[in-house]
């Protein structure tokens, strides 16, 4: 699958929003992070001063895995299903943190291991298949389903955007995708699957275990196809990483930004990523998790988190939670008075013109 080039944010408005920063009422660099994110929401925006987002959107991405029959999860896998309700409900962490930074939630049915007739249509309008294959010794998708999901995520990325969203957040829900996400960034990276391994859904020794184990008998089939993208997400990932991955590359393409969650949309990004080189600057870390391959993948993309609340839950909520500083550091460069505008003088002890 090709996507079309990646225009990056521009840069003649990254420079005007770094000069208005420096003439505004303040010492140059004083607030620090929150200038640097001023500066790429301009960017991103294409206007100097940049709007606070309008119409941020999340959209969950809700599918089973065949792993989680291998007992890598402290829950049972009919806890998807079961949180798809919990969305639509608005009782999920995300919708109460959604509603507190002003964004709405989405819940989509890409692979979740249920009846379709247990679901409103809207959920499952894009759903590839129920519950994607144990990728330890199968492959998880088909290639017309990788196809189908792939697509699913571009046709989301595009209903948002066409509908006014300007900025998306991809969260995830799924029993089992920490386990399917250690192996796509281990295989990317070449990380030894001991390094990615984490808690997940918070469980004890024995089942850290057999999950080291499902990652390491992974990454053998894994290795072969590293080199495609599709091919692994195909034969490592799973139809809901897969949708993810097609979401995230599309908002680049349709110059949309996306605050980026935890470890599972991180290794949908690290693919994303391959799949349109220079999506990357059009998305933000919104925070670090504790799961360790979460590191992995902030480094491999070059991104550095806004929060570290450590938080390990997925759904979005921690890309959710730092929306609102992300509204500050807009609403700074587009209220904050100029020297000029104020009567104050500046570092030289002069009165700075606004630029």
């Known amino acids: 699958m090709e996507f079309p080039r990646v225009t990056p944010p521009d840069q003649q408005t990254h420079r005007a929003a ?16 929150l200038e640097e994110l001023g500066v790429w929401v301009a960017a991103c925006q294409g206007a100097c001063p940049p709007r606070p987002f309008a119409r941020p959107q999340v959209v969950v991405f809700a599918g089973d895995h065949g792993i989680a029959g291998n007992g890598v999860s402290a829950y049972p896998a009919e806890v998807t299903r079961q949180m798809v309700g919990t969305f639509l409900s ?88 920490t386990t399917a996400a250690a192996v796509l960034i281990a295989a990317l990276t070449g990380t030894e699957p001991v390094a990615v391994v984490g808690r997940g859904t918070g469980i004890d020794d024995a089942t850290w275990m057999r999950k080291t184990a499902a990652i390491r008998d992974a990454l053998r089939r894994a290795r072969p ?66 799961e360790p391959a979460h590191d992995v993948v902030l480094e491999h993309l070059e991104l550095v988190p806004v929060l570290d609340l450590q938080l390990r839950l997925g759904e979005g909520s921690g890309a959710v939670a730092a929306l609102p500083l992300l509204q500050m550091a807009a609403s700074v460069l587009a209220e904050m008075a100029t020297f000029g505008d104020a009567g104050v003088s500046g570092p030289t002890g002069e009165a700075v013109q606004p630029r």
């Open 18 to 33: 770094v000069a208005r920063h420096e003439s505004l009422t303040k010492p140059t660099g004083s607030l620090g992070r």
């Open 90 to 177: 608005g009782g999920a962490a995300v919708n109460v943190l959604a509603s507190s930074a002003g964004a709405a939630v989405r819940v989509v049915d890409i692979a979740v291991d249920a009846d379709e007739d247990d679901t409103p249509p809207v959920v499952t309008r894009h759903k590839v298949r129920r519950s994607s294959g144990r990728i330890d010794v199968e492959d998880a998708l088909s290639q017309p389903e990788v196809d189908a999901a792939l697509a699913a995520g571009i046709a989301i990325a595009d209903e948002e955007v066409d509908r006014g969203a300007d900025l998306l957040v991809a969260g995830d829900m799924g029993i089992g995708n």
């Open 225 to 290: 196809v590293v080199a495609d993208p599709v091919e692994l997400l195909r034969v490592s990932g799973g139809a809901d990483l897969a949708a993810m991955a097609g979401f995230l590359a599309q908002a680049a393409v349709r110059r949309t930004p996306a605050i980026l969650d935890g470890v599972a949309a991180g290794a949908a990004a690290m693919v994303a990523e391959e799949l349109a080189p220079g999506a990357r600057q059009w998305w933000l870390a919104g925070h670090r998790s504790v």
